[in-house]
């Protein structure tokens, strides 16, 4: 099991304006939410008042607010109503456990470590101009399985090579953060990414989310979105059906 | 789990179903406080009750209750009282049983639940409250030692449909009183009959310490609606407070102080944890802070 002090929690296109979600790490669960006017925070999964989980409450404005009784928190965790008192200012010590959430290049991420590591080098560094969301897919593997299968998958969903197989390409692998593989594909001097930001939700299971660039235009990118899902479709296929044949052809040929 | 070992909870009459739910051609097969049972109608019409063993034999035989429709027993050789309810002698009352709702929590997570106004408007919308309507009015919580209940007067809230024979909004009178750990009975403003309360009852059957089966019943003044209709209104309820109580963390009960924060309206449920505490009761109870995980169980 790995834990990590700053973990991806997702896509921050699969984030919307005033909704929660759930986040599972390896040590405890999360609640990651975003503010009406756009912030993404990231919460204990825990109420302070009687232990409700907040992934299931609702955000009112700027404000998280529990699904039991209505208490509201603002990003920084502090209580800011408690509707069975309205007229009572909640005292400062009633504050839900916050920890430090930005999004970078389309990926929230999350300090989930109680050391004070910077956040990786490796989100800042992706190209931010023509990074293109596909999705997030959860697969029933340990990270490093995931992690070891993307490193050596033979035929990556690029659009490239797509049109035949006398397409001269060259795929390149790299892993610059535990968390972070990305493949590359050279033809000429057209470039394009995939990029995948993996986190462990414990030892057997794990998120992936998925990002692409240069892989066409705009209208071509929904066509470019369901080309990549498919393809992360059948890798969970394979990845979850423990079949060495199938897992093997993922592999890169010899 | 294998049975308890916490003497409090050994020596209190624990539901076990209803009467109906124990016929000659079906026995109940369930469990108390991690203990396996069976009860059974016997030949003389009466119900048995015995533990059995991983197999399903019938061991030993348990002390038995039959009162205000439901099927009591204790493990313990020095059970307290179960409580005493007068009104079920009263002229023009009506007892309808509810039947039970399965719940993966604590059975003291349920009862506190049960004791608790400010829930109303988020949890129960448009039944017993809605927003704006959110203020929980001082009441008063406190412990009677000389009968050794929990008690809480005084209370009030708005409500939208207070009860399946309300027809209006009304602003509702509560009293709250608990006789165990795992019952408690509710005295409401009646909506057809001033100056009378209904009953809304909860014995709560604890199977382990993070599973239980909540019972219940009502007994009130109405002549208008069946018992289908009161049956599904308070089923209602509880299937509403269900995704709530599955959903806390831990799902044992905290007692230490500092693991979760109450404000004034909490008075009731404050209440019940110091007299749980004082009666030195484990089962359903978080062990220590150290096992404060942030997991569902």
Known sequence: MEQTSWIVAGLSAGLFEGSVMPVKTPGKDLAVWRQRSGQANAVEDRCPHRGMRFSMGFVRGDQLACRYHGWEFDGTGVCKNIPAHPNLQPP?????????????????????????????????????????????????????????????????????????????????????????????????????????????????????????SGMGSEEEMPAVQQHVSRWLADLRFRLESNDQNELNNLKISA | MAKTTDAFALNEWLVIGRLEDVTHDKPRITRLLGQDIRAERTADGTIGVWETDPSGHKGRALPVQERYGHVFVTLGETPRDLLEMPEFEEEGRRLVTIGYVRVKTSPLRVVENFLDLGHFPYVHTNYLGAEPQTEVANYKAEIREDVDEVWATDCSFFQQKAAKSATDGQQSEYEYRVTSPFITVLYKTCPIKPGAWDLVGLFVQPLDEDLCEAHSFVLPFDEENTDVELRHFQQTIFLQDRPILENQLPALLPLTPGMEMPARADATSMTYRRWLKKKNITFGVQKDAADNSNRAA
Request: hydrophobic share 40%.
């Open chain 1, 92 to 212: 400062k010590t009633i504050c839900a456990k916050t920890f430090a959430c930005q999004e970078v290049n389309g990926f929230i991420l999350v300090h989930v470590g109680d050391d004070s590591a910077a956040m990786p080098a490796e989100y800042s560094e992706l190209e931010s101009e023509n990074l293109v969301p596909v999705r997030s897919v959860y697969l029933d593997a340990s990270i490093e399985t995931v992690r070891h299968w993307l490193m050596q998958t033979a035929f990556p969903p690029f659009a490239v090579g797509q049109d035949g197989p006398d397409t001269l390409v060259t795929y390149i692998y790299d892993n610059p953060g535990e968390n972070l593989v990305r493949i590359s594909a050279q033809t000429g001097a057209a470039k394009e990414e995939l990029i995948f930001a993996l986190q462990s939700l414990d030892d057997d299971r794990t998120g992936v989310h998925v990002q692409v």
